[in-house]
Every structure is written in C-alpha cells, then in structure tokens.
C-alpha cells in the first residue's frame, strides 16, 4: 500500500517529465502518449518488485527507456552505430568545459534540438543528467552500465555537442 501511494504521488509531481522524456526517444505525441501508458501500467504491475533501496524517479525512467529500446527494436529502425575513435583530453580547470561554452552560446530549445540529432547511446545520458537532473550514478544504474561508460559517452556526446554548435555558430 505505501509503494503504491509512493508510486502515485511520483506520477502526480513528475509524471509530465517523464512523457516529456518518451517524446523525446521518440518524437512522435501520439505514440509517446501510447509508451507513456504502458510504462505506467508496467511500473504499476511491478511494484511488489519494487526494491526500498532504489529511487522511484530511476526505477520508473529505467522501465521507460526499455520500453522505448523495445519500440525501436520492434520498428528496427536502431541504427548500427560503429565506435569512434575516443577522444582524450586533459580537464583544466581554467578552461570552460564544452558543455558551459555550449550551453552560453545556445538557447535551451537549441540544444534540445542538437541533443535530440545525436546516437541514442550519448542522447539517452545527456536529456537524463541535464534535464531530468539524474546523476550519473542513476543513470548507470537505469541502463544497467557501468558509471565510466555513463562518463565516456557523456564525454563524448559533449564533444559532438561542440563540433555541432561551433558549426552552428560559425553560420
């Protein structure tokens, strides 16, 4: 019973970022609105496997992008993506990170759109950490990898970002 008003009061006070994350996996109202609700009736149906030591937010979010995996893998429209080569750079802490240069050169709607052109693999983090306010360590925990590779794809979805809106600026 107190998962279930726990579970109900979260959909209450989050339940619109939730399907504004599914909009954004997708990009279609109809058919966010159609994952919206499974990913609620599955969370539902799954609360007695709902473990105390979790966080609601994650669980819900984790059960979304799966739901979203599996919509893309029924359509089989995920592309292969091949790995880049990985760039290494050192952080000084005198120079602004990409993602602070990014984000004074761009408005939000701006960077939704230029996050929303990259792989789902760096889209997924990026939306999670800035927009849902998801750290690192629920985002590894939501799509069952290790935090370095949440790190690395973080690392380079922000270098994209950089290429795309120093090309941006550049115009």
């Not at 019973?1 to 504004?20: A, D, P, T, V």
């Not at 983090?125 to 794809?153: A, C, G, H, W």
Request: proline share 4%; glycine share 0%; aromatic share 12%.
């Amino acid at each position: 019973m107190k998962q279930q008003q726990q579970f109900e009061n979260w959909i209450c006070e989050n339940g619109h970022l939730l399907l504004k994350f599914i909009y954004r996996q997708v990009r279609n109202k109809e058919l966010s609105e159609d994952l919206y609700q499974e990913v609620l009736i599955s969370a539902y149906l799954a609360l007695p496997n709902f473990e105390e030591r979790s966080q609601m937010k994650s669980w819900i979010f984790k059960i979304a992008i799966n739901k979203c995996r599996d919509y893309w893998r029924k359509e089989q429209t995920v592309r292969k993506f091949w790995e880049e080569k990985v760039y290494h750079y050192d952080v000084d802490s005198t120079i602004p990170l990409p993602e602070e240069s990014v984000i004074s050169k761009c408005t939000k709607e701006e960077m939704i759109e230029t996050i929303n052109e990259l792989p789902v693999m760096y889209r997924e983090p990026m939306l999670l950490y800035y927009f849902y306010d998801q750290s690192l360590l629920e985002i590894s925990s939501s799509k069952n990898v290790p935090i370095s590779t949440v790190k690395t794809r973080m690392r380079r979805a922000r270098f994209q970002l950089k290429e795309k809106v120093d090309a941006l600026v550049a115009l």
